[in-house]
Each structure stands twice: as structure tokens, then as C-alpha cells.
């Protein structure tokens, strides 16, 4: 079975802080997915990554896929309260008919 | 419209009564999905549709039934269920086709109780 980890699993911060969300795998994937997701809705795509190495920026966020594309992390710079909520990474494999592998997700809760 | 959308949002249900959930994609996608979200668990792959055919069943027990009319519109038929079973439950699509990233987009989810 193939496992994506995400560390931490839970994470309460204080407005302002700065956090790194991990998502780690042993398998290779063509490419990973961030997504957030807030209580009672459903996932929300933040961004795709699909080169080794790649870094992606969408604001405050900074997303890095690994060299070996077995790996990311999402780094928050500043967090808000508006930053809460579940995170999620996804992979997606070759020759898998287009399935993703979930990680089991980092819940942030930042404090005002 | 636009995006995919979920019908309930809620549902509460007795273990004998059946239900349908339903679920709508304004993107032009061609394959859609039903996952299974319980606490502290991953995102449960349940069922995969591409072009209407059914892809991919999970070991779901039979007490739950996909279907999918046509390429907008994707159903998951609920009977006998069990108290286990509560739990979010997301539809999600895709433009599928080996589409390259396979950019998987969500509803909002229907968050079922089995009393």
C-alpha cells in the first residue's frame, strides 16, 4: 500500500508565526497536490507541483516539491487566522488511472 | 452553478431506510469520484467514473450503489446502512482522459449520520 505521511498531524500556533507542513512518501509521484480544507466543506486546491525541486509561491504559502519527487512541504510565512484549517497533500502516480493518494492531513488552528 | 456541487449537505438516516446522494459538475470534466472522509482517517477512494463507466470500486460494501447517467451528474445509492458508515462524503471530478496532473476538484460533501 502506498502511504503519503504528513507531519505534523495537529499544530496551534499564534497569529504571526512562521510553520512547515511535511508530506513524505517512499514512492515517486508525477505530481503532489495541496489542499485546504475548512470544517464542513469540502477540499479546495491550492496548488500543483509537478517537477523535482519545483518551488511554487502563492502568497504566504511556499511549496516545494522534492528532488526525488517523493516528497513536499507547504511553508507558511506570517500565519492568520484565516490560515485554519485542514491540510491536505495529495499524489498522483503513473499509470494509475488518475487516482491520488492522500496524506491523512495537518489540522492548523492559528490563534489571534 | 458552477463547480461541483453536493446534495444534502445533511443527511440523517435510520440503519433500514435508503437514500440517494447527488452530486453535479459544471467544469466539463469527464470522470468523477466518491471518497469516504472519517476523523482521523486519509481521504477513502470508494468509486471512479471516466466517460460514465465505472473504473474503480474500492471493496465498498454493496450497501452503498454508484451512478452516473451521464458525465455531469454521479449518485451514490444508500441502503441498510450502519452506524460505521457515518462519515463525510465528498464528490470530487476531474478532466481525466490521462489528463496530465489529474487536478482533482471538490463539493462541499454531504455529511451523513446513520442513527
Redesign the interface.
Known amino acids: 500500500t502506498q502511504l503519503l505521511e504528513q507531519s505534523p498531524q495537529f499544530l496551534s500556533i499564534q497569529e504571526g508565526e512562521n510553520l512547515t507542513v511535511y508530506c513524505n512518501s517512499s514512492s515517486v509521484f508525477s505530481s503532489l497536490q495541496w489542499y485546504r480544507q475548512e470544517p464542513g466543506e469540502g477540499p479546495v486546491l491550492l496548488v500543483t507541483v509537478v517537477t523535482g525541486g519545483e518551488v511554487k509561491k502563492l502568497k504566504r504559502l511556499t511549496f516545494q516539491f522534492g528532488d526525488a519527487r517523493k516528497d513536499s512541504s507547504l511553508h507558511i510565512t506570517a500565519a492568520q487566522p484565516g490560515d485554519t484549517g485542514l491540510y491536505l497533500c495529495a499524489g498522483a502516480q503513473y499509470n494509475q488511472g488518475g487516482k491520488l493518494i492522500f496524506g491523512q492531513g495537518t489540522e492548523l488552528s492559528v490563534k489571534p | 452553478e458552477t463547480g461541483?456541487t453536493?446534495t444534502p449537505r445533511h443527511l440523517v438516516m435510520g440503519m433500514t431506510n435508503k437514500k440517494s446522494l447527488k452530486c453535479e459538475q459544471h467544469l466539463g470534466h469527464n470522470?468523477m469520484y466518491w471518497y469516504k472522509q472519517s476523523a482521523?482517517?486519509?481521504?477513502e477512494?470508494m468509486f471512479?467514473y471516466?466517460l460514465e463507466e465505472r473504473?474503480?470500486n474500492n471493496s465498498v460494501p454493496s450497501r452503498f450503489s454508484p451512478e452516473c447517467p451521464n458525465s455531469s451528474h454521479l449518485f451514490l445509492h444508500l441502503h441498510t446502512l450502519q452506524p460505521e458508515d457515518s462519515a463525510l462524503y465528498?464528490c470530487?471530478s476531474?478532466l481525466?482522459g490521462?489528463?496530465?496532473?489529474?487536478?482533482?476538484?471538490?463539493?462541499?460533501?454531504t455529511?451523513l449520520t446513520v442513527l
Do not use: D, H, T, W
Request: aromatic residues 10%; proline residues 10%; charged residues 15%.
Open positions: 461541483v453536493q470522470a482521523k482517517k486519509p481521504l477512494l471512479v471516466s473504473v474503480e465528498l470530487a476531474s481525466g490521462g489528463a496530465p496532473y489529474n487536478e482533482q476538484f471538490f463539493g462541499p460533501g455529511r
